[in-house]
């Protein structure tokens, strides 16, 4: 157990709906990552959260968003849901100082349908 | 720019067989280098890291050196065990130091038979 929970674990939804998907980090960490893996395009980086606010982007789509609140927990929202959305979405939490050092949730599979 | 190219796997191997597998990188700047491995059903752990060129990493019997004339970062193992079964993933750092952003292998798949 990583310390690092993740809600739903599955999800399944139609076109053009909209999600949430939520982490809590662990205990301490100020870091929050979100991921997407997929069979055709690997594990991808999405955005990065510090403290509340945002640290780094990566491949995210404008239909996708993500905050991360005062309590430090972060949402992803996943909107105008697309077939090629299907994927496993995790989030990782790191220590300040250890940004590499990064512990996964155990993912939330997203099946659009 | 960055990028890390992992062996196609399924990698299949008996208990006791030694194991390598490969990765090799493409990147600007000094990056960290690091191993993670997923068990079924899991989400991602680190396995091990290597910081700068001609570190090792280890853990759990697994090590792995960081080569800057080869760009690579091989992760090997003397002796497989049928729990090391999983998905290896090599990755990169990328950014600023202030950055967590992980660049990431395909993955590959590592069957042990006992």
């Known amino acids: 157990d990583s310390g690092v929970t993740q809600t739903p674990k599955h999800l399944i939804t139609a076109t053009g709906q909209r999600v949430t998907l939520r982490c809590s980090p662990r205990?301490?960490?100020?870091?929050v990552y979100w991921y997407q893996q997929s069979l055709d395009q690997g594990l991808q980086f999405l955005i990065q959260y510090y403290n509340g606010e945002e640290r780094a982007k990566g491949n995210i789509l404008e239909r996708f968003s993500a905050q991360q609140f005062p309590d430090l927990h972060s949402e992803l929202n996943l909107s105008s849901l697309e077939l090629g959305d299907s994927a496993l979405y995790f989030c990782?939490?790191?220590?300040?100082?250890?940004?590499?050092?990064?512990?996964f949730g155990p993912g939330t599979r997203l099946t659009v349908t | 720019g960055n990028s890390v190219t992992q062996m196609e796997g399924p990698v299949t191997l008996s208990e006791e067989a030694f194991l390598t597998i490969n990765c090799t990188y493409t990147a600007t700047g000094y990056p960290s280098l690091f191993w993670y491995v997923q068990y079924p059903g899991e989400g991602l752990q680190l396995l091990l890291k290597a910081t700068k060129a001609d570190d090792k990493g280890s853990n759990k019997g697994f090590e792995a050196t960081y080569r800057k004339e080869t760009t690579s970062f091989h992760l090997e193992k003397g002796s497989v065990q049928v729990s090391d079964s999983a998905v290896y993933f090599c990755a990169l750092s990328h950014g600023s130091s202030n950055t967590g952003k992980l660049i990431f292998g395909q993955g590959t798949t590592l069957q042990v038979k006992p």
């Open positions: 205990s301490g960490d100020l870091s």
């Open positions: 990782a939490s790191s220590a300040p100082g250890t940004p590499y050092e990064q512990y």
